[in-house]
């Protein structure tokens, strides 16, 4: 059937009018909402807006906002391809497009002005897709926020030119092709697409899918507009077009179809040519605020793997629909790859490009609105001081323009954070916190070094795994469950209000299956909160105190919140625990009794006395008894007159000159190191440097006496520890032995078969081509140490303080033993290599490092996962101080705050607050068997041993090392990390428990000691030295109780925060 012009015209016009015909609506909308607004400061407006309403105004119009505007954040996410939903919903409007773009190519085999009748079986198909294509239409109409922009925008048009043609020919019953040749811009959707479904992930791959859309679609909607006004040999053979419907086809000609693709090809430069003209005004549109929509700014670092690291940790923290905008203010204009990934987020994100340090760019992200900047580092880059030097400027420059601004920076050196302190407007307790890269990263490890196992204990407690894995092994099972549990906040029920910690904690794990670690207190005499992990009876929790969970969802830890003591009183669920509407809840009540683990023949009950606060005669007395019960565990009264830093956190000495802790190899008087801590470390005269002091102030904690403290033996280049030592000199019991953990030779001569562990630091940041071969040195020092074995003695009665930590087993058969070892990769990819050295058969394979075996055997360490830390900084800045204070010793932002501002002030602690800050409990190894755990009955779970070990001792714990698989063979007997078992969890005799001891707790029996021949394997599991737990008389404890003194010395604070 041949189409008349009038056909034609009806197909052609319906378009024109809807696209004119709508912007000239939205228009003339505009203007009407313009002048009503005017119109609203003249008395009387409220009437003629309810003549215009018709009466249908809300009594509360608000209301009827936020739901618009909750509605129309839900469509934007539904939009943006965030969720499931929408990225099906992406894909299959793609499909379609792609599905119409089809049916228009069969049906352009007919010439041009031939219309197809509504019998067409292709008719209907088309029809359900425009239908399709309409909602769609409308979902992304009603979520713009200008609807004259979204009028005008490629894919409207598209849309706009095709959908009612489609209508206009259900209503002719003729279908005729007119301008859906439009729907092949559809194409320009690719990229995206195939990002969705993860097919394209580098640059260049990006690159070319996006040059290939814009070919295609070009190419296809080109030859359809020829088609359809010159006669052009389409994909589908030699089409005679009659030319111009207005002159009755006079003026049709014919062309070649090299003459057709030399225009399609000119037609395609020129959406590059408007690209390259529009970019540079692309990305300077300033943010505009809206009041109620929050916002942050994200500057520093912005490349495509920080951004895509930062959006998958913050939107982690987003439950549901993302409230929140981020603003990255990039100093270069985003790659393309960069930009297909904000594209992807387009919703809640906006590039602009500019600097921090300008006040124009920080106006136009509205600095002054946003509810905080966060400022990325580089962490992978040459010269960690330029990069530090840099993000201080750009902090200064933001306080400088809007001090309120809360900013949360991440620093590469410890030593850069004291400039920070300095900035007048820097105020920790609006928020402003620090992410210091090698405060943390070497904290860990020293954590490592100290508690094997440690090390991965912690990590698992702040990083995500969103992996699918199939474990092979029973112990994966464990391992991989216990993933699942994080570090997480709760403000307690104020029912626990004069209650103890150990009680509390006691109740939320029977009751709530919660696992309390740690509260945040306030003692009366001091002007800033603290944060005490496993605090003792001595404390009472107070109204709104904030606690600390192990746990695996924020769901669960609100049960701690909603406990009722009435109305929870017997209930044994914890899914039961919710919010009740007793008014009692709100009061203060008696603390309930406890309700004992099955099993277990103790039963504990909270009185009701109101002791919110400790006296400072309490605490003197309390750290007075701690010092004398911990020095009655040695056998023989010594002065041990021990120095303390003037914060009373550290163990400090005279400033020792470098050439007095140099080992030479071949000098007799060089001691022979045991149960001592190798360092390995690469660096040059020229390599930058990687703060050591982080490493070894964790390992001279004042928690841990003198006695107990292990030799450290760095092994490196003499060059580069010169410039280290003034900030070590103050440090005792530090070695250092020029050479290479690369030869052989220098392991032996440091006693490597006689340490507790070795630890290898990764080196200094260098220029390579690749990063994959950041890790060279630190693997083939990896390789070189695990080739050493050695050859176990035999058995014999151990002597205090002499004893290896490496083995951790009290199995005898096995022959050797390797040297332990903690190895730390910046490239987390590099694990592969780790893994092939143990020959580990039972890795997990395509893993990532957090899931392979070795970081469960708590043997290698990434710093990678600490990116997420700024998300977590920002959400909830508790966890970050709870971290800080675990890996660095007990020095948290708080405490420096106060150390900071004594000094200013030139308030000397006196010798109470000193001993207080010591008396802090630390993580360690207890074996069940050998030490006071096994007095605990019965402990057949970790529930019972839980319960048992709080009840008498004190003792938190809160996670295993359990041997990987004893049944099978494993002559080195490795183990691996579980944190925080089950409640049912069943006890393996050979497994060992990490615990939260309390300072003045003496963990070790002395009859254990002299009796059993095979706990040299085990010494060093209650962590130092065994002689320190020692349990000694009455009469002992008294005349030894004496000689331990503390000086509160003028500190090697020089270093620690006057930089």
Known sequence: MVCTTEIQAAFILCSFMTFFGGLIILLAFRLILKFSKKWQTFKGTGIILELFSLGRIEHNPLRRLYFQRVFRDRIELLLSAQTVMGQVLAILVFVLSIGSLIIYFINSRDPVRKCSSHQDKTVPVDLSFNVFFTFYFGLRFWAAEDKIKFWLEINSIVDIFTIPPTFVSYY?????????????????????????????????????????????????????????????????????????????????????????????????????????????????????????????????????????????????????????????????????ELETILKCSLSYTMFICGSALTFEDLKRVSMEYAEACLILANPLCSDLNAEDNSNIMRVLSIKNYCSHTRVIIELLQSHNKVFLSKIPTWNWSTGDNIICFAELKLGFIAQGCLVPGLCTFLTTLFIEQNQKVFPKHPWQKYFLNSLKNKILTQRLSNDFVGMTFPAVSRLCFVKMHLMLIAIQYRPQFHNCCSLILNPSAQVKLTKDTLGFFIAESPQAVKRAFFYCSTCHKDVYTPELIEKCDCKNSQQQALGPDIVVMKGNNKKFTCNSENQNFISREQESFLAST?????????????????????????????????????????????????????????GDAQSALIGLRNFVMPLRASNYTRKELKDIV????????????????????????????????????????????????????????????????????????????????TPMPPVPGVSTASTFSKYQERRYQQIPILTELKNPSNIHFIEQMGGMDWALKGASLHLSTSFSRGTVFSANFLDSLLATAFYNYHVLELLQMLVTGGISPQMEQCLVQEKSYGIQADCATVTSRRSRCKLELLSLDHTILSDIEPRKTFGQLFCGSLDNYGILCVGLYRVMDEKEKNLEH?????????????????????????????????????????????????????????????????????????????????SFFDQ
């Not at 020129?270 to 994200?298: D, H, N, W």
């Not at 490196?716 to 900030?727: H, M, N, P, T, V």
């Not at 000199?729 to 032996?748: C, E, M, R, V, W």
């Not at 320190?1028 to 090697?1052: C, I, M, N, W």
């Open 714 to 793: 760095f092994l490196g280049a003499l060059e580069y520890f010169q410039r280290e030592w003034r900030f070590l000199q103050n440090f005792p019991k530090i070695h250092i032995f020029p050479g290479s953990a690369l030869y052989t030779g220098d392991l032996h001569a440091v006693n490597i078969e006689q340490c507790s562990m070795c630890a290898i630091l990764a080196s200094p940041s260098k220029p390579l081509s690749s990063q994959l071969l950041v890790d060279t040195e630190t693997i083939m020092a990896t390789l070189n140490i695990q080739s050493l074995r050695i050859s176990c003695p």
């Open 974 to 1054: 490795k183990r691996f990390v579980i944190t925080r078992p089950a409640n049912d969890c069943h006890l393996l005799p050979s497994d060992l428990v990490f615990c939260a001891i309390p300072f003045s707790t003496a963990c070790y029996k002395t009859e254990n000691v002299s009796s059993n021949p095979s706990l040299e394997n085990i010494a060093n599991v209650t962590s130092l030295t065994p002689g320190r737990h020692r349990v000694g008389t009455e009469a002992e404890k008294a005349s030894l109780r004496s000689s331990s003194q503390v000086y509160p010395l003028k500190l090697f604070t020089s």
């Open 172 to 336: 002719l019953k003729s279908n005729w092709l007119g301008l859906r040749f439009l729907r092949a811009l559809r194409l320009l959707e690719l990229p995206k697409i195939l990002q969705i479904l993860k097919v394209i992930k580098t640059s260049n791959s990006v690159k070319l899918a996006k040059l290939l859309s814009i070919v295609i679609s070009t190419w296809f909607a080109a030859a359809g507009f020829l088609h359809l006004t010159f006669p052009l040999p389409s994909l589908f053979g030699q089409v005679e077009n009659s030319g111009d419907p207005w002159l009755n086809g006079r003026n049709s000609q014919s062309m070649s179809y090299f003459e057709a693709v030399y225009l399609i090809l000119f037609a395609n430069c020129i959406p590059e040519m408007v690209e390259l003209f529009t970019s540079r005004k692309k990305y300077i549109k300033p943010y505009k605020a809206v009041k109620g929509k929050k916002f942050i700014v994200v500057c520093g670092n912005i490349t495509v793997d920080s951004v895509t690291a930062f959006l998958r940790n913050f939107l982690h923290h987003e439950s549901g629909a993302i409230n929140m905008d981020i603003v990255f203010l990039g100093e270069a204009p985003p790659t393309l």
């Open 626 to 682: 701690t010092f004398e019960n911990r020095d009655g565990a040695y056998d023989s009264v010594e002065d041990t007159a021990e120095q303390l830093d003037s914060s009373g956190m550290f163990h400090w000495c005279r400033s020792t000159p470098l050439d007095k802790v140099i080992l030479k190899r071949f000098d007799k008087s060089k001691p022979e190191f045991r149960n001592h801590i190798v360092a390995c470390v690469f």
